[in-house]
């Protein structure tokens, strides 16, 4: 079977309450960082590895971001009459991907979402990207999928993305066992999620990227449920139990923008690279700082 990742999935089914009462008619995917919406943010993360087959899991009443990626002709009209073709450009820009969405209506889980899109995904490996979180690479910087999918590519095996996390933090996130390294990449031996600090396997933490081996499906189906959840990492511990799951640390910065101070970090920091605002933007952070 082809190494090539020629899909990816992302989960985006969650509610949003902590940012309620926004979220009550705007579906959390939408909200924005700077002028752009957290979703699409996530589906430039895959520009880098040429996939443009996206599968959106989202909640119901999402539609408004299968209108985000879909076309506008009466906007596009006036901006190309207007002579705005620079806003023109930027619209077109939503539509270069090629999406599916899919409607998760019971919440039971990440693994759950992924069953939802079993149509679409098959047996085929594919990427994984978590839509609470954005990714960040710099020019000099390798983005995270690109990273992941060359290493899925030169050795067949699964490859989750990493970040050494220390103290109470360690309980937020899937805890990873470690094996040995090579070429910056390691074997995982173990996967506990969201472990107590004692009970913590190391400082590695899964990341919300992911690509996945197509036997991934086979086994999710076979998870039982707790706390009314099936959990990817579950079928993930199984994987590396086997020696068949590898972690890779990530270049650039992480964004978690389901919690409302990493949301606001995003925003204030793609201000700070933005061609138009960025230069406004560090002198207000500057005059503010003096007076806090
Ligand atoms: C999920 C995963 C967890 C991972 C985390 C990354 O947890 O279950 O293993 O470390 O994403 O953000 P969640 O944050 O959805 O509770």
Known sequence: MSLKIKKALIPAAGLGTRFLPITKAVPKPMLSVLDKPTIQYIAEELISVDIEDIIIVVS???????????????????????GKKKLYDIERETQRFNVKFVVQKVANGLAGAILCAEK???????????GDELMYASGKEKPCMKRLTEIYEMTGKSVIATMEVFGDDISKYGNLGIGGEKDGYFEVTEIKEKPSVNEALSNYALVGRYVLSGDIMSKLKKLKPRNNEIYLTDALDEVAKKGGLLAAPFEGIRYDVGDK???IR?????????????????E?????????
């Open 120 to 130: 679409y995904i098959k047996n085929e490996p594919f990427a994984l990207l978590l």
């Open 266 to 282: 995003a925003n204030v920091e793609f201000a700070l690279r933005s061609k138009e605002i960025g230069e406004d933007t560090r």
């Open 284 to 292: 207000y952070i500057k005059q503010l700082a003096e007076k806090l």
């Open 60 to 82: 119901p009443g999402s539609e408004v971001i299968g209108k985000h990626f879909g076309p506008a002709e009466a906007l596009e009209a006036r901006l190309l009459s207007d």
């Open 261 to 263: 101070f990493g949301y």
